[in-house]
């Protein structure tokens, strides 16, 4: 499945009949088996329907950083990056890539 940004928001946990998803590095994860921490009032539900890359990769759970730029990021923070990534590649599932508009 694809689906652009504007599509993806759609996944952020508003609707109870549809999957909450996350994005990392454009690749989409279902984490609806982790409703209670990325649903509506979660405390990471700043990163539902949203590719999180930065946020995730700096530790920010700040609305402005919920986006998939990594431009300025430091070595550490592409490691924080990575190491959220592969705890989201054992836990969730993929469901899709995010594309451009």
């Known amino acids: 499945?694809?689906?652009?940004?504007?599509?993806?928001?759609?996944?952020?946990?508003?609707?109870?009949?549809k999957p909450i998803y996350v994005a990392i590095r454009g690749r989409i994860y279902d984490v609806t088996?982790?409703?209670s921490f990325y649903g509506p009032g979660g405390p990471y539900c700043v990163f539902a329907g949203k590719d999180a890359s930065r946020a995730l990769a700096k530790m920010s759970k700040e609305?402005?950083?919920?986006?998939?730029s990594l431009e300025g990021l430091t070595e550490k923070e592409i490691g924080v990056l990575d190491d959220?990534?592969?705890?989201f590649q054992a836990k969730y599932p993929v469901s899709g890539t995010v594309v451009s508009n």
């Open 84 to 87: 959220w990534e592969k705890k």
């Open 33 to 35: 088996s982790g409703k």
């Open 1 to 17: 499945m694809e689906l652009t940004p504007q599509q993806l928001k759609t996944y952020d946990g508003s609707d109870p009949s």
């Open 63 to 68: 609305e402005t950083d919920a986006v998939p």
